[in-house]
């Protein structure tokens, strides 16, 4: 039986009881059940980090890791490999399907920090290791990683293999730009070390390459990333701003402040946002106000935003630097309202130390017809454009979306070579556009509307983040990438054998 909506009536009544009722399975089920993997992790990583036995382990799991690979390169090389950790697993609404006719290697095993380096301020981990886990342990050694990507289970080999970006960006750039060095194991098994600044022309190459690559050019077996001192809270500020043309302006200014340890801005409608500054402060001063908004009975982060750009009125307040890095985890952005009541009071008392549930069961568990109900009207899209182009960008995005909040990200993107490249030859203020909802319009076409998005992105020599759907064609994916590097790299590391292209691990048919 159909409906004058062209959908069968069974999946009109699954959108009806998704929407109202998923929370029973949500609440009951996932929340638990995160909670309690939660626990049991960071018990695990406690354990680990006492006994230091990480960096023993470490050379077992990469000898493991070089031995696949190895036996791989022994075989008939009729499959290609990639990263055993499962679809499931990954911060992106895609299931991989490649993972199902790959060789898996097993990275997953990669879940460690191996050694913090105070002298030359840097971090050595594995690629599985958690935004979470990283700011559990360096937060109270009084150090903190520049850039902390805000949801506790992104991984660091995701935000170097992919690409990870946060309001500190505007000091900083990506998540690749604090990178020192990487260590991969390469399609015949040996391991190299790409390292930043060395003569070596090969690992220049090799340093530049890997960003965005999404495991293509080789698996990282171990990152090493710049830390810097912190500080126990962050002072915030909060300006409410009008439309867009306030909006970009605001963003501008504050971004070439260089005090500004974080800017941040919120959209949440054509007619008010909210732009956001953050300097590292030892607390408040007498009488100041200490905001701990990680706290499981405070409201979510982007209402509590929401209602000081409702008065508009300039609020600073003090919170705790976890809470801070950490401030989107709680209601995954503005994705968690999915439990409708979640951020009612009574509900945050009562049950709000148990959340959020963790992506990945949330994923596990959006299959059949609920996948393809979600799949009909949810965006999920960060593109990365020049910050002058900001407010015709969001008009554009208002024009074929509609839908708010929209997350808004300055960051810095310096000239160097690689997939992800600037031709000025100068620095330029790229700003991350963040789209995550439901549409509501009518004319809304997943495939149709999401094209004219890239093509837009495209015409300001803009990006788009590669855990979201991509509908371009091969040709149009590198207009927007630069592949001179990448390929050379393909070639002189014989991965073209081993590993999938980037465009053919992220376009549409590769992921269900
Ligand atoms: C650090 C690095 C090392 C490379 N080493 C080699 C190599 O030894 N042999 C090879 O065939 N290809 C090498 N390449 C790849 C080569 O740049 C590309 O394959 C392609 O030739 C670039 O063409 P293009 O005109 O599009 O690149 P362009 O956009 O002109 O260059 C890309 C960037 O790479 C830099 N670059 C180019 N070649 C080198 C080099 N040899 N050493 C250091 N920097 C370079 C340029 O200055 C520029 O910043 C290297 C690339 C980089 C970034
Ligand atoms: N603030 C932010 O910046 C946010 C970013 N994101 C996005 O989420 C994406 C997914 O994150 P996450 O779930 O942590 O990562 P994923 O496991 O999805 O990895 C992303 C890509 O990197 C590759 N990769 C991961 N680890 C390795 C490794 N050790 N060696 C080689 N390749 C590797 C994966 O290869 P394979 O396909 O073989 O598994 C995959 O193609 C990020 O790339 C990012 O773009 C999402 C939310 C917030
Ligand atoms: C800040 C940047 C650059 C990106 C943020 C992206 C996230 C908002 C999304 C990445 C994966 C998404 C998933 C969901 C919500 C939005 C993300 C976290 C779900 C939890 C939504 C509910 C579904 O049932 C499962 C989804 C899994 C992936």
Same mark, same amino acid.
């Given at each position: ?113 191996? +050694? ?65 060095? #990487? ?86 409608? *054509? ?6 500054? $953050? ?37 600073? %307040? ?33 049950? $709000? ?27 999920? *899209? ?12 969001? *008009? ?47 004319? #809304? ?6 094209? %004219?998005?890239?093509? #837009? ?9 590669? #855990? ?7 040709? +149009? ?9 990448? +390929? ?25």
């Amino acid at each position: 039986m159909g409906s004058s909506t062209g959908h069968p009536l069974s999946e009109i009544i699954l959108e009806f009881l998704l929407h109202h009722l998923r929370w029973i399975p949500v609440c009951f089920i996932l929340l638990p059940l995160s909670f309690i993997y939660d626990l049991i992790t960071r018990a695990r990583n406690r354990l680990v980090h006492y006994v230091n036995s990480a960096p023993r382990a470490h050379d077992r799991k990469v000898a493991k890791i070089q031995g696949e690979v190895r036996e791989w390169a022994r075989g008939d090389k009729k499959k290609k490999m990639c990263n055993a950790r499962s679809g499931w697993s990954t911060m992106s609404f895609r299931y991989p399907l490649y993972k199902n006719t790959s060789t898996l290697i097993s990275t997953n095993s990669l879940i460690d920090i191996l +050694e913090v380096d105070e002298e030359n301020r840097t971090i050595r981990v594995e690629p599985m290791v958690s935004m979470g886990d990283i700011t559990n342990y360096l937060l109270p050694r009084g150090y903190s990683l520049p850039i902390v990507p805000e949801l506790d289970d992104l991984t660091v080999g995701g935000m170097i293999n992919g690409c990870g970006v946060e309001s500190s960006g505007r000091k900083y750039g990506l998540f690749q730009h604090i990178c020192v060095s #990487y260590e991969i194991v390469t399609a015949d098994g040996s391991l190299v070390v790409a390292k930043k600044g060395t003569e070596d022309a090969e690992s220049q190459g090799l340093f530049y390459g890997i960003p965005w690559s999404h495991g293509t050019l080789g698996f990282l077996v171990a990152a090493t990333i710049r830390i810097i001192p912190c500080k126990p809270f962050v002072k915030m500020t909060y300006m409410p701003v009008g439309d867009f043309k306030d909006m970009t302006a605001k963003l501008q200014s504050e971004s070439t402040v260089s005090e500004n340890e974080f800017v941040e801005g919120i959209q949440f409608s *054509q007619e008010m946002g909210v732009v956001m500054k $953050g300097r590292f402060s030892d607390g408040p001063p007498k009488n100041g106000e200490i905001n701990a908004i990680g706290k499981w009975h405070k409201p979510w982060f982007y209402t509590h935003v929401e209602g000081i750009g409702k008065k508009n009125e300039e609020v600073t %307040e003090y919170i705790p630097l976890r809470d801070y890095y950490h401030r989107h985890s709680k209601s995954i952005f503005w994705e968690l309202e999915i439990i409708p009541f979640g951020n009612n009071v009574l509900f945050r008392w009562v049950y $709000g130390w148990l959340c959020p549930p963790k992506i990945s069961f949330l994923k596990y568990t959006t299959f059949g017809a609920v996948r393809r109900i979600y799949e009909r009207r949810h965006v999920l *899209q960060d593109m990365l454009i020049p910050l002058t182009d900001l407010e015709k960008g969001l *008009q554009v995005f208002h024009d074929k979306t509609n839908i708010y909040p929209v997350w808004l990200c300055p960051f810095n993107l310096p000239t160097c070579p690689g997939f992800v490249k600037q031709k000025s030859g100068r620095n330029v203020l790229y700003v991350d556009v963040g789209v995550y909802g439901v549409c509501k319009k009518d004319d #809304y076409d997943p495939k149709k509307t999401t094209r %004219e998005l890239e093509e #837009y992105v495209r015409s300001v020599e803009g990006v788009q983040m590669l #855990y979201a759907d991509t509908y371009m064609t091969r040709e +149009e994916f590198y207009q927007m990438f630069d592949s001179s590097l990448y +390929e050379w790299l393909r070639v002189k590391l014989n991965a073209k054998d081993a590993f999938p292209d980037v465009y053919d691990k992220v376009k549409k048919e590769a992921r269900f």
